[in-house]
DNA sequence: AGATGTCAAGCGGAT
DNA sequence: ATCCGCTTGACATCT
């Protein structure tokens, strides 16, 4: 299950949403047109539950330490016409699942998508985004879950006032900030700026390997990686994907490139380290890491 | 049966 | 000024 990099340390890794062997989602959804039809979306959300379950025995016979839920575990729990009390619903079998992935040794993350908006100028932006933040908190609490993953969001042609407004946002909310970690992304906010606005918030940071190489700033993947491990007070956690070559910078390709593995273990040197992959294979893309931990030499993992 | 376009939400960037 | 990408599934409408 672990790779020894060293007499202690060890590497897992993860995938998301979905498993492709299986055939099973975790994000199945609804249009909001249908969303009054409570029996339907009570019906989707059991579904969806019991694929995390079945996805997270697979995950555990595979060696695979961490999954990422889709944020649609819960399609528009959020939303002011969510018809139902979710939490009231849900709670026992979310905790249920919850018990089974501490029981197997999963570690459990969400990661909203881009219309989640904390530094937005726009104060209906900010709160929706703020409430969406506050469901995902409220499902990892529930799960036992580790980390609530978010990219800072749109630059507004000012960075340091979106920082401003991002900090603001999410100042106080104590349940978010829990399991927030903080992540860089390939266009407009390098690690360097995620570390200070993590810094104000106290909350950790996590690298993109694809999107440092394409947005690195000054920082070399090495500095970045080891100023951000420090970050975390629980178990660090980086992410790793490869470029698509046949598509567009930024594209992720079906599986991982070795080599861009090998650079990220070698520029993070010794340590625990959770590597969630981000990948179009999904567990697929994570297998050949498993299996080719458990071969490679320790001196390839220095 | 299969193919296509649209759906809650927001950004930045290309054109 | 308009469209596309991020990511993925649902589903209405069409062929």
């Given at each position: ?13 993860g ?70 009390d979710?939490?009231?619903e ?10 089974l992935?501490?029981h ?11 219309f ?20 995902v908190?409220r ?65 950790p ?11 690195p ?25 490869s ?39 999904k ?13 490679l ?5 220095r």
């Open positions: 299950m672990h790779y020894q990099k060293g007499e202690r340390d060890t590497v897992r890794f995938y998301a949403s979905q498993n492709l062997t299986l055939g099973l989602t975790t994000g199945q959804t609804l249009r909001l047109a249908n969303l009054q039809d409570a029996e339907r979306v009570h019906a989707l959300v059991r579904s969806n539950l019991s694929a995390l379950e079945e996805i997270l025995y697979w995950n555990a016979e595979h060696g695979i330490g961490l999954f990422r839920l889709s944020q649609l575990l819960i399609p528009f729990a959020s939303h002011p016409d969510f018809p139902y979710w939490e009231q849900h709670g026992r079998l979310l905790a249920r699942a919850g018990v992935a501490g197997l040794g999963i570690r459990l993350s969400m990661h909203p998508g881009q989640i908006q904390p530094g937005s100028p726009n104060p209906d932006v900010r709160d929706r985004s703020v409430a969406e933040l506050r469901y908190a499902v990892l609490s529930l799960l036992g879950g580790a980390d609530l993953v978010l990219h800072l969001g749109g630059a507004f042609d000012n960075k340091p006032a979106a920082i401003d407004r991002f900090v603001r946002s999410l100042e106080g909310e104590e349940d978010v900030l829990k399991y927030l970690a903080l992540e860089n992304d390939e266009r407009l906010w390098t690690v360097e700026e995620v570390l200070e606005a993590a810094c104000r918030l106290r909350t940071v996590i690298v993109d390997t694809l999107h440092h190489s394409l947005n700033g000054e920082l070399s993947l090495r500095y970045a990686l080891n100023a951000a491990l420090t970050t975390w007070r629980r178990r660090p956690k980086v992410h790793l994907s470029q698509d070559p046949s598509k567009q910078l930024g594209a992720h390709a079906w599986g991982v490139n070795m080599n861009d593995f090998r650079v990220l273990l070698d520029s993070i040197g010794g340590g625990d380290v959770d590597v969630m992959v981000e990948a179009k294979g567990e697929g893309a994570v297998l050949p890491l498993v299996a080719g931990c458990q071969i030499p320790l001196e390839a993992a």
